[in-house]
């Protein structure tokens, strides 16, 4: 399992680290003509650069602190990029592709956004693209992007993801494990419960909750540790839900190992004093950062990063022995 997911790593990573070189040249200096960083007054080492206006749309719900890392890097992408960024959410798939048809009729420059509901979102995305406004996706959406003619996506692949986590586990020694799914139909969280169970030595099954009602998610999770004392090992799919699942499993009486993909400073905490096991980052500040500055690497020459693969930003696996090495991250 560990051999044939590298190779995938392998086939993906070329594209990241491409990416990640083009972002790099152009910090060091390269010309505004070629995507180089421009000021929030337009001007860069004498350069003037145009301003654009960008939409930032997401699928976010109230209260996930993992979209402010996310619009942090979009946000530190734009200044730098003399970008005016517009940023909108709804969780609901129609309404969030009522938001891209907002940004079309508002005549932005470029749309960045989530294809969590790639069937809702479809329709009006295609109607940007078709109206001549180039594209990108973050996050979710990887298996979708090419069809609905978005130029590039930015994210890790969830499948990956979720065996990374399995894989992590079985070094745990871990042998029933849960995988919290906080929104049903996202398919990006459905996929990470599939790479779970891939590469899981142990059985592995999905816990549903309902990720806008805490109380919920921790009612949820505890009730299915008191009623199945074997589950060692449970897997939430976001940093507020994680913290919320160490009050459930100490509610239960359980013993079960906590472990989340994706983080933030509490959830690092958490890893760095034994609380949770493991956290699998896809280092969302990068997909930000990385699809506004696509606009204007776009806008400048017709620049695509990728090379028409996603470029993944992870999974990047945090545990106690590489915690120091992010600490950055989440100070």
Known sequence: MLKSRKSRMAKFGLAGLAATGALLLAACGSPAGAGGAASGDGESGGATTEELKVALITHAAPGDTFWDTIRAGAENAAELNNINLLYTSDPDGARQAQLVQQAVDQG??????????????????????????????????ENDFKDMGVLAHFGQNEFIAGQ???????????????????????VGLEARCEGLADTFEGSSEVLYVQGTDMTNVASTITSKLQTNKDIDAVLTLGAPFAMTAVDAITDAGSSATLATTDLNPDVYAAIKDGTMLFGIDQQPFMQGY????????????????????????????VNAANAESVAAQFK
């Open 164 to 186: 990374a986590a399995g894989e992590q586990f079985n070094e745990a020694g871990k042998t029933k494990a849960i995988c919290v799914i906080q929104e049903q139909g996202h």
């Open 290 to 317: 990385q699809s506004v500055e696509a606009v204007r690497l776009f806008s400048e020459g017709g620049y695509v990063l990728g090379g028409g693969q996603a470029v993944l930003t992870g999974p990047a696996v």
């Open 108 to 141: 932005v420059d470029g749309i960045v956004v989530t294809l969590a509901k790639a069937d809702a979102m479809s329709g009006e995305v295609k109607k940007a693209t078709e109206a001549g406004i180039p594209v990108f996706s973050i996050n979710a959406g």
